[in-house]
């Protein structure tokens, strides 16, 4: 099993991030909870002929600490190389062999299931827009073409760097906005916007968020005392803390959803995800967009969840993952029978959170939902 570096730890979390949960389901207490639930380290591995004993040799683990992600095999069975695994944090990834040919990479089980959710076919060609740090990116390039692009040069680095080491040919990387105010990107590439409209066949939308379900991504900027590092102020690296910068977050989510449903083809597939818990980061973007895209249908996700959500609030859940929301929206064909006016509301089984707690603070976030939706859709979509 992973070390556990965060269990009993307490976390001091400041007043703006304080502030912030209030935006969310979850009380200081549960979330503090949560930050301190046990870390689990995760990997994917693209080789599909690997067995067990081979993976664990190269890793320098024992074959026993080597655990199959269950509820991922069902992507696996479909696409060989997105099979994930939890590994011990005594695993020598970096000093494998396997790491040297871009055969294993540090993945969150979420991303896979926005990959899955996609379910690109091999002659499809995939826009991922907000593309770094590259995990998905490389995820899609196994299985389709697939183009990138995100604003962040430094992030986009990091991506090129893995589609690199992964030897990667059917891929595109791009340095741009894709909204007015984000214009501020080199000249040297062509333009999102010279693309025409229904151009590919699926779009990932990863949307900008303030990743407060990233559990590793906020701990990170605590020391070991559970105050913030004075290198890494959590202030400073979430600039969407304060009110006024989460109306603004949202308006920019908005815009990348629909500049990925205008480059869409009909019949085509978006993938809306992110790492949030925020309802008005999620539900409420989608809901939005509905409002005023005639076109769009949401389209049930490739999964059953669990008939009791209470018990489980994840297919299979891990003991921790990245606190997500995946919903895939269908482009519609022209027609003159499409209604002008859609419903508003996402109907089960479109729309699934996925919660990194499955201990009673899970079940308490999904009771919650339940309260405040009178249970219409939660324990389908949720």
């Not at 006024?244 to 995800?273: D, H, M, S, V, W």
């Not at 005639?294 to 490739?302: E, K, N, V």
């Not at 959500?309 to 995946?326: A, D, F, I, Y």
Request: hydrophobic letters at 35%; aromatic letters at 6%.
């Amino acid at each position: 099993m992973a070390q556990d570096d965060s269990a009993g730890r307490s976390f001091d979390l400041p007043e703006a991030f304080l502030d912030y949960l209030t935006s969310t389901p979850y009380s200081a207490e549960e979330y503090h909870a949560l930050l301190q639930s046990p870390e689990e380290r995760y990997v994917r591995i693209r080789d599909p002929t690997l067995s067990l004993a081979t993976i664990a040799q190269r890793l320098q683990v024992d074959v026993t600490e080597l655990v199959e992600v269950s509820w991922t095999k069902r992507f696996a069975q479909r696409h060989p190389t997105l099979r994930v695994f939890r590994i011990p944090e005594t695993a020598a990834v970096r000093q494998s062999d396997l790491y040297d040919s871009g055969d294993v990479f540090g993945v969150d089980a979420s991303s896979i299931a926005c990959v899955g959710a996609l379910d690109p076919e091999p002659c499809d060609h995939v826009l991922e827009i907000c593309c770094a740090p590259g995990t998905k990116l490389c995820c899609l390039a196994d299985l389709c073409t697939v183009t990138g692009v995100d604003i962040n040069r430094q992030r986009l680095t990091v991506a090129r760097s893995q589609v690199k080491r992964c030897k990667l040919s059917n891929s595109e990387l791009m340095s741009e906005g894709l909204t007015p105010r984000d214009r501020k990107q080199t000249r040297k590439r062509p333009k999102v916007e010279a693309f025409a409209p229904d151009v590919f066949d699926g779009v990932l939308v990863d949307a900008e968020c303030a990743h407060d379900g990233s559990l590793k991504h906020i701990r990170k900027f605590f020391d070991e005392r559970g105050k913030t590092s004075k290198l890494q102020s959590l202030e400073e690296h979430m600039p969407w803390l304060s009110e006024a910068k989460r109306t603004e977050l949202a308006q920019l989510q908005f815009e990348l959803l629909c500049r990925g449903f205008q480059l869409l083809k009909e019949g085509g597939k978006l993938i809306y995800c992110t790492c949030s818990f925020s309802e008005a980061q999620n539900e409420e973007v989608i809901r939005r967009f509905l409002a005023q895209e005639p076109r769009a249908q949401m389209d049930p996700l490739p999964w059953e969840m669990p008939e009791n959500p209470v018990e489980r609030s994840t297919p299979e859940p891990e003991p921790e993952m990245n606190g997500t929301l995946t919903a895939r929206v269908r482009k519609l064909l022209r027609s003159p029978e499409v209604p002008c006016r859609p419903a508003f509301d996402l109907p089960p089984g479109t729309a699934c959170r996925f919660d990194p707690q499955r201990s009673a603070t899970g079940a308490l976030f999904i009771a919650r939902l339940r309260k405040e939706h009178g249970g219409e859709g939660v324990g389908e979509g949720w």
